[in-house]
Structures are given as structure tokens and as C-alpha cells.
């Protein structure tokens, strides 16, 4: 999906509906109920003809173009993929329980911080040596999203979708509109759309994730990639002035949203986008399932989100990626090396994307010739950042985003005068959720 939704806060249809959507990725959770189990729930085979496979993809678009994944494998290697598919949130719930048990040998899962949490505890097996043949089909920012924090990588990316600003060519068209790329034309054209009778920027946080990509934006604009991964991990402080400077330029912004955010769904603010009553839609690709009309979708366009600070520029693209893992003990390491090599190829990406086109590729080899426009910009967007984000809720722990960051920011868009008091509480709420194992 867009990459987040779980059952821990906010789940609802709008969410399940989503991901249904994309067949993107949710939360991880803790400890989970051990019902996660593994093909024939005693481990992983060890039939050298066979791996084994975990997978979260239990929605239909998805699933289909895994099956049509693994399928061409086998028939290029006689080896079987033994898939264990499981409910979407089910998967992220019990996640932890099922790695400490008797896993799969494979198992789908999320570039970055989430990555790196289990490769860290030592649940997964690194694969330096998968990355020896398959690394010259990635750009250096996939290559850094599949690095755990003691530099060996433990994950192959398969597809991935940008967040970025969204707009209707035909609307810029008609006002004379010009794409912003700083930030005070981005205010600029956000008070001249209010005043030719637009809602400037669609917004919708009912579900209380669409927020945290906001935040996301001016954050790493601002303050740059480091920082913002620093301070997702838990190791800046909330109450740093660096953290009040993001809600001080958010707070300029915000007279410009869609009143009445907490209570609106995304695709429901999409749909003021659609319609032209409104002017731009800080969303990821998955928009585009909204306009289901091909004229409007032709019409369709985004820009990147504006430069605050010169000293990063552009140059950190918020792309939650999508691939896979190895367990800790594969009973077929042979297979499982072979399995990942293929995964890492541009060949396997043209097989999912010709099943599902609402994504784009990770490889930076991969065949773009059947891509929309809309895809075709996402890829090159991706593929020339310098630094890739995966959104709050992958790149801090889970606890802290839904228990704390999306309420949080849920109450400053209601009244962002009271941020010093926000950012104090989220501060101290950091403090005991990362002390915690």
C-alpha cells in the first residue's frame, strides 16, 4: 500500500481498502500472538528442490503478481517457492513470534529501519553474497535502504512509490500556475489558489497517518536526511529547535489545508483533487487509484516537494520499498541464494509490474518502456535521489508512531499554538518507549 497501515491505532476500512490498493506494507509490532507459523508449521523444509516463503501479500493484486514471481523462478531453476501466505496485518502483528520461532526460509518484509530492527536481534541472515552478484542492479540509495546498522545487507528490494506533491496539469494550465520549487513560492501559490477559489492543499488525516508524511517533507527539507533518520530512531529530542523550526514552517502552511483534516478520509480529500477544487495533495502515487476516469488520470501530474534549505536541497525522496529477507537458520541455504539472486533482477520486477502497475520498480535496470507517465517520473524521481526515506511509521519503531506521533500530530493540526507543550510530551513519551527493548 501507500506502506503503513496496521491493526495497532487507526484500522479501518479506508486503510484495509488501501492496501488492498498497492499491496504495501503495515506495521510491526512487539511480541504477537505465535499463530504465524511457517509451511507445515515445523520449519522451514529442507528439500533442496524447495524454499519456503512467508509472505504478508494476502490481498489479490499483490498476490497474483508474487505467484507469477515465484512461478517463473521455479521454471527457470526447478526449484519450488513453498508460499505461506498470511492476513496482511496478521503478519506485521505476530512478526516477531514467528521470527523467533521456526520461520520460513524467505520472508516478505520493508526496506530501512524496519530491516534493520530485526537484522539487529539477529532474525535475519545477512546476504552479502547475494548482493556480490545482484548490486550493479540497484542505485546507492536502494543499496543503503538494504544495509543493517552493521553494514551487511540482509534485504533485496523488489518495488517501490514516491511521495511528492500532486496537482492537476489543466488547473495550473487555466491559472497560470508555475511548479514552486522553494519554499516561500510554495506559500505564494498556495494564498493565490486560496484566493481564486481553490482549496489550496487537499488534506485528510482521519486515519492519522497522511500527517506524518507532511511532517516528513519539511523535516528532511529542512533539516536534512540525517537528522530526520536520527531523530526517527529516537536519538534527537523533540524539543530541539531544529524539531520547532518543521511545526513553525508547517504552522505557515497550514492555513492552506483542507479545514476539517482529522475528520476526512484520504481518498475523500482526493477527491476535492479530482473534482479541481483543489490545487495540490502532498500524498504518495497511490492517489492515482483515484482517478478512474483516463482523462483525469492523463491529467495527473506531481512535483517534488519544495526546497526549504539549500544545504539539502531536494535531494532525500520519501519511497517506501517493498522486497525481501532471509530468516535467521534457512534449512535450504542453497535455494534461498538462489531464490534472492533472481529476486535482485530486473527480470523478476518486469513479472510483478505487468500484474501491478501501481508501483515502480527498485532496480535501476529494469524495463520502463510499459510504464505511464506518471510511473515514469516516479522511477526517474527515485532512482536520482540522493538519500530514500520510508515514511515515519517504517522508519521509527511502531509503538512510538501510533501510540504517540500520530495522535500528536493529530492535535497540532487542530491547534498549533500548542505545539511547545506537544513536542514536550512526545519528548518524554520518546524517552520510555525507546528505553524499552
Known amino acids: 500500500m501507500r506502506h503503513s497501515p496496521s491493526g495497532l491505532s487507526v484500522p479501518g476500512p479506508s486503510r484495509r481498502s488501501l492496501l488492498r490498493g498497492v499491496g504495501g506494507?503495515?506495521?510491526?509490532?512487539?511480541?504477537?500472538?505465535?499463530?504465524?507459523?511457517?509451511?507445515?508449521?515445523?520449519?522451514?523444509?529442507?528439500?533442496?528442490?524447495?524454499?519456503?516463503?512467508?509472505?504478508?501479500?494476502?490481498?489479490?493484486?499483490?498476490?497474483?503478481?508474487?505467484?507469477?514471481?515465484?512461478?517463473?523462478?521455479t521454471k527457470q531453476s526447478g526449484i519450488k517457492v513453498d508460499v505461506n501466505t498470511k492476513d496482511h496485518n496478521t503478519f506485521q502483528e505476530q512478526i516477531n513470534s514467528y521470527l523467533q520461532g521456526t520461520p520460513d526460509d524467505v520472508f516478505t518484509w520493508f526496506a530501512g529501519y524496519r530491516m534493520?530492527?530485526?537484522?539487529?536481534?539477529?532474525?535475519?541472515?545477512?546476504?552479502?553474497?547475494?548482493w556480490a552478484k545482484i548490486g550493479d542492479n540497484f542505485p546507492d540509495a536502494m543499496k543503503k535502504l538494504s544495509r543493517g546498522e552493521d553494514g551487511k545487507y540482509y534485504f533485496v528490494p523488489l518495488y517501490t512509490y514516491p511521495w511528492a506533491?500532486?496537482?492537476?496539469?489543466?488547473?495550473?494550465?487555466?491559472?497560470?500556475?508555475?511548479?514552486?520549487?522553494?519554499?516561500?513560492?510554495?506559500?505564494?501559490?498556495?494564498?493565490?489558489?486560496?484566493?481564486?477559489?481553490?482549496v489550496p492543499i487537499a488534506f485528510g488525516d482521519k486515519d492519522?497517518?497522511?500527517?506524518?508524511?507532511?511532517?516528513?517533507?519539511?523535516?528532511?527539507r529542512l533539516?536534512?536526511?540525517?537528522?530526520?533518520?536520527?531523530?526517527?530512531?529516537?536519538?534527537?529530542?523533540?524539543?530541539?529547535?531544529?524539531?520547532?523550526?518543521?511545526?513553525?514552517?508547517?504552522?505557515?502552511?497550514?492555513?492552506?489545508?483542507?479545514?476539517?483534516?482529522?475528520?476526512?478520509?484520504?481518498?475523500?480529500?482526493?477527491?476535492?483533487?479530482?473534482?479541481?477544487k483543489a490545487g495540490m495533495y502532498?500524498?504518495?502515487?497511490?492517489?492515482?487509484?483515484?482517478?478512474?476516469?483516463?482523462?483525469?488520470?492523463?491529467?495527473?501530474?506531481?512535483?517534488?516537494?519544495?526546497?526549504?534549505?539549500?544545504?539539502?536541497?531536494?535531494?532525500?525522496?520519501?519511497?517506501?520499498t517493498d522486497g525481501f529477507m532471509v530468516s535467521r537458520s534457512p534449512k535450504n541455504h542453497a535455494?534461498?541464494?538462489?531464490?534472492?539472486?533472481?529476486?535482485?533482477?530486473?527480470?523478476?520486477?518486469?513479472?510483478?509490474?505487468?500484474?501491478?502497475?501501481s508501483v515502480v520498480a527498485a532496480s535501476s535496470k529494469a524495463d520502463t518502456s510499459s510504464y505511464t507517465a506518471l510511473q515514469k517520473k516516479a522511477y526517474t524521481m527515485i532512482s536520482e535521489a540522493k538519500s530514500l526515506?520510508?515514511?515515519?511509521?517504517?522508519?521509527?519503531?511502531?509503538?512510538?508512531?501510533?501510540?504517540?506521533?500520530?495522535?500528536?500530530?493529530?492535535k497540532f493540526i487542530r491547534d498549533p499554538k500548542g505545539v511547545d507543550s506537544i513536542l514536550s510530551s512526545v519528548e518524554r513519551q520518546k524517552k520510555t518507549i525507546f528505553a524499552s527493548s
Open 25 to 73: 506494507a503495515a506495521l510491526l509490532t512487539g511480541a504477537g500472538v505465535p499463530l504465524l507459523s511457517a509451511c507445515g508449521g515445523s520449519g522451514s523444509s529442507s528439500d533442496p528442490k524447495t524454499v519456503t516463503l512467508g509472505s504478508n501479500s494476502s490481498d489479490a493484486v499483490p498476490k497474483k503478481a508474487f505467484a507469477q514471481i515465484y512461478a517463473a523462478f
Open 116 to 130: 534493520q530492527f530485526f537484522a539487529a536481534k539477529g532474525l535475519a541472515s545477512a546476504i552479502d553474497d547475494v
Open 165 to 198: 506533491v500532486f496537482y492537476r496539469k489543466s488547473v495550473f494550465r487555466q491559472h497560470g500556475y508555475e511548479v514552486p520549487t522553494n519554499w516561500d513560492q510554495l506559500v505564494a501559490l498556495a494564498k493565490q489558489m486560496k484566493k481564486d477559489g481553490l
Open 208 to 220: 492519522a497517518w497522511p500527517a506524518m508524511g507532511t511532517f516528513d517533507q519539511i523535516n528532511f
Open 223 to 276: 533539516n536534512g536526511y540525517d537528522f530526520h533518520t536520527s531523530l526517527m530512531a529516537g536519538k534527537e529530542s523533540w524539543t530541539d529547535a531544529k524539531v520547532k523550526a518543521v511545526f513553525d514552517h508547517w504552522a505557515e502552511l497550514l492555513p492552506y489545508h483542507q479545514d476539517g483534516a482529522v475528520g476526512r478520509t484520504w481518498q475523500d480529500a482526493a477527491q476535492t483533487l479530482v473534482s479541481k
Open 282 to 320: 502532498v500524498l504518495g502515487s497511490f492517489v492515482a487509484q483515484q482517478f478512474t476516469n483516463k482523462a483525469d488520470l492523463d491529467d495527473l501530474d506531481f512535483f517534488a516537494f519544495p526546497e526549504i534549505n539549500s544545504s539539502y536541497g531536494q535531494d532525500t525522496v520519501e519511497a517506501p
Open 335 to 357: 535455494g534461498v541464494v538462489k531464490l534472492m539472486e533472481y529476486l535482485g533482477t530486473p527480470e523478476a520486477e518486469a513479472v510483478y509490474l505487468k500484474a501491478d502497475s
Open 389 to 410: 526515506t520510508q515514511f515515519m511509521d517504517r522508519d521509527s519503531r511502531p509503538d512510538f508512531t501510533s501510540t504517540v506521533m500520530q495522535p500528536a500530530l493529530q
